[in-house]
């Protein structure tokens, strides 16, 4: 029986990479030291002004951990704010030689003259400290200046509560004349801030950035209790995307369901997927962003899923038409979009359009809408080792292995070919086969719902225990 183990998506948050210093083990061989690299910096790019630095650990490289060190920089120019940070790898460096840099160029910002002023007189370390003299999050400008910066972004009697900068956008809260808030964001597209986006104001006072969990094309933002996250889209809106608490079992918004925000999923089951789109507001322009739902318990019951349907009971067959011969025996709980109806059968649209497959089965064979929730998946459970990618990229029939990933991916058995192969969903958008002795360990997946659940309690106990102890400090 495999257990239940965590993945961590990629969407969702923003982790912090874990420091180094030039005593560890795996970098004492370094001969270009910290202070070094600073001086390359200045001495590369002298039009530009030091701020700080950060080292990090993150990848490997040849068996040892792939160290790195990113320098911020500034300058001001035609009262405009610019920052660049440059970061290189350190492992392969030696004292003397170029240090081949990565360049990212952050939004520029407009200052007035009060504020440029004002940064041209202050210490650079300075352009992200608060009044305390600690370093602020990520991207939060100083409070000396911030009063002065993108004023072209807000209407007559409102003020920056807070402003954030990032490569490919600036984001703030602004204060209005009536006491009132609201998040505003400005992309910029490399020549220009060609949008610009704005929630409604709102009286509650708890609005800020979460600046550990915001990176110009996500924006979190702290909340009464927990943080709902935007993410920008192709077509420029940014829509609600989850809860980004990372420490706690929340929710993500994902295409066509909502999962625990942690990522905690079951490899070989689909019982933690909620099938449906949320029918709330979910635009940031418009969304009553203090109303959204903190937990998932809470967001299922407000999810349209009249679209989605799945299979009731282990053995059903999918078939290539109506009334047609038999495809595959599936599992219980395969879900899919609803394609169309026709003569007691319905198609359903398994994975994506592009990397999926459609089949047909019987209408009374399937469970349609909010009626998902009460079937358990049937698929079975199988060995953690036949979910690598490169396993994989040996065993399934169909795809192509430089598209798999190096980690684990989500390897679901959702039913049996006639000849004995299996058929197969993988990360949830490609279904393909497999050989019938392709994976191991199999096993019923009704135990790892069982355990999912008490996990999943668990963590919503300490999360409503965390919010009672804050409200009762509150009241003291």
Same mark, same amino acid.
């Given at each position: 029986?495999?257990?239940?183990?965590?993945?961590?998506? $990629?969407?969702?948050?923003?982790?912090?990479?874990?420091?180094?210093?030039?005593?560890? @083990?795996?970098?004492?061989?370094?001969?270009?030291?910290?202070?070094? %690299?600073?001086? /390359?910096?200045?001495?590369?790019? @002298?039009?530009?002004?030091?701020?700080?630095?950060?080292?990090?650990?993150?990848?490997?490289?040849?068996?040892?951990?792939?160290?790195?060190?990113?320098?911020?920089?500034?300058?001001?120019?035609?009262?405009?704010?610019?920052?660049?940070?440059?970061?290189?790898?350190?492992?392969?460096? !030696? !004292?003397?030689?170029?240090?081949?840099?990565?360049?990212?160029?952050?939004?520029?910002?407009?200052?007035?003259?009060?504020?440029? =002023?004002?940064?041209?007189?202050?210490?650079?370390?300075?352009?992200?400290?608060?009044?305390?003299?600690?370093?602020?999050?990520?991207?939060?400008?100083?409070?000396?200046?911030?009063?002065?910066?993108?004023?072209?972004?807000?209407?007559?009697? &409102?003020?920056?509560?807070?402003?954030?900068?990032?490569?490919?956008?600036?984001?703030?809260?602004?204060?209005?004349?009536?006491?009132?808030?609201?998040?505003?964001?400005?992309?910029?597209?490399?020549?220009?801030?060609?949008?610009?986006?704005?929630?409604?104001?709102?009286?509650?006072?708890?609005?800020?950035?979460?600046?550990?969990?915001?990176?110009?094309?996500?924006? +979190?933002?702290?909340?009464?209790?927990?943080?709902?996250?935007?993410?920008?889209?192709?077509?420029?809106?940014?829509?609600?995307?989850?809860?980004?608490?990372?420490?706690?079992?929340?929710?993500?918004?994902?295409?066509?369901?909502?999962?625990?925000?942690?990522? %905690?999923?079951?490899?070989?089951?689909?019982?933690?997927?909620?099938?449906?789109?949320? $029918?709330?507001?979910?635009?940031?322009?418009?969304?009553?962003? @203090?109303?959204?739902?903190?937990?998932?318990?809470?967001?299922?019951?407000?999810?349209?899923?009249?679209?989605?349907?799945?299979?009731?009971? =282990?053995?059903?067959?999918?078939?290539?038409?109506?009334?047609?011969?038999?495809?595959?025996?599936?599992? /219980?709980?395969?879900?899919?979009?609803?394609?169309?109806?026709?003569?007691?059968?319905?198609?359903?649209?398994?994975?994506?359009?592009?990397?999926?497959?459609?089949?047909?089965?019987?209408?009374?064979? %399937?469970?349609?809408?909010?009626?998902?929730?009460?079937?358990?998946?049937?698929? @079975?459970?199988?060995? &953690? =080792?036949?979910?690598?990618?490169?396993?994989?990229?040996?065993?399934?029939?169909?795809?192509?292995?430089?598209?798999?990933?190096?980690?684990?991916?989500?390897?679901?058995?959702?039913?049996?070919?006639?000849?004995?192969?299996?058929?197969?969903?993988?990360?949830?958008?490609?279904?393909?086969?497999?050989?019938? !002795?392709?994976?191991?360990?199999?096993?019923?997946? +009704?135990?790892?719902?069982? &355990?999912?659940?008490?996990?999943?309690?668990?963590?919503?106990?300490?999360?409503?225990?965390?919010?009672?102890?804050?409200?009762?400090?509150?009241?003291?």
């Amino acid at each position: 029986m495999k257990r239940l183990i965590l993945m961590i998506a $990629a969407l969702l948050c923003l982790m912090p990479m874990k420091a180094w210093a030039y005593d560890d @083990p795996d970098t004492t061989g370094f001969v270009m030291s910290g202070d070094d %690299l600073i001086a /390359a910096a200045e001495a590369d790019f @002298p039009d530009w002004t030091f701020i700080d630095s950060s080292q990090y650990q993150t990848g490997r490289r040849e068996e040892q951990s792939a160290c790195w060190m990113a320098v911020s920089m500034m300058r001001i120019e035609a009262n405009t704010l610019y920052q660049r940070t440059v970061s290189a790898l350190v492992n392969p460096l !030696k !004292k003397g030689e170029p240090v081949p840099w990565e360049v990212t160029d952050w939004a520029p910002i407009p200052l007035s003259q009060a504020a440029a =002023d004002t940064l041209q007189s202050m210490n650079p370390g300075d352009l992200y400290r608060n009044e305390d003299g600690h370093i602020n999050e990520t991207g939060l400008l100083s409070y000396r200046i911030v009063q002065g910066c993108a004023l072209f972004l807000l209407d007559e009697g &409102e003020t920056w509560s807070e402003l954030y900068s990032y490569p490919t956008a600036i984001a703030g809260v602004v204060n209005n004349a009536e006491g009132q808030q609201c998040v505003r964001i400005a992309h910029w597209d490399g020549a220009r801030y060609d949008e610009v986006a704005s929630s409604r104001f709102f009286t509650d006072d708890w609005f800020s950035i979460n600046g550990h969990q915001s990176d110009g094309t996500v924006i +979190t933002i702290n909340g009464s209790s927990c943080n709902p996250q935007f993410v920008r889209q192709p077509d420029g809106r940014w829509l609600f995307a989850g809860i980004a608490d990372g420490n706690w079992t929340l929710y993500r918004i994902l295409d066509g369901f909502v999962t625990d925000a942690n990522g %905690l999923v079951l490899y070989d089951s689909n019982d933690v997927l909620h099938y449906g789109v949320p $029918a709330f507001d979910c635009d940031l322009t418009t969304a009553d962003i @203090p109303a959204i739902p903190d937990f998932i318990r809470d967001v299922i019951p407000q999810l349209n899923s009249s679209d989605y349907a799945c299979v009731r009971a =282990d053995g059903t067959p999918m078939l290539n038409a109506p009334d047609g011969e038999v495809f595959a025996a599936c599992y /219980a709980r395969l879900t899919g979009r609803i394609i169309r109806r026709e003569g007691g059968f319905v198609q359903l649209q398994i994975g994506s359009d592009e990397h999926g497959l459609t089949g047909w089965f019987a209408e009374e064979s %399937l469970a349609y809408g909010h009626e998902i929730e009460g079937v358990r998946c049937g698929f @079975p459970s199988h060995s &953690e =080792d036949d979910c690598k990618g490169d396993y994989l990229a040996e065993t399934l029939n169909g795809v192509d292995p430089e598209k798999l990933p190096d980690t684990l991916c989500l390897v679901w058995l959702i039913g049996k070919l006639p000849n004995g192969e299996w058929l197969v969903q993988l990360d949830v958008d490609t279904v393909c086969t497999a050989p019938e !002795k392709a994976f191991h360990d199999i096993g019923p997946a +009704t135990e790892l719902w069982a &355990e999912f659940e008490a996990y999943y309690d668990q963590c919503e106990e300490e999360m409503l225990y965390y919010d009672q102890c804050e409200e009762e400090m509150s009241y003291e």
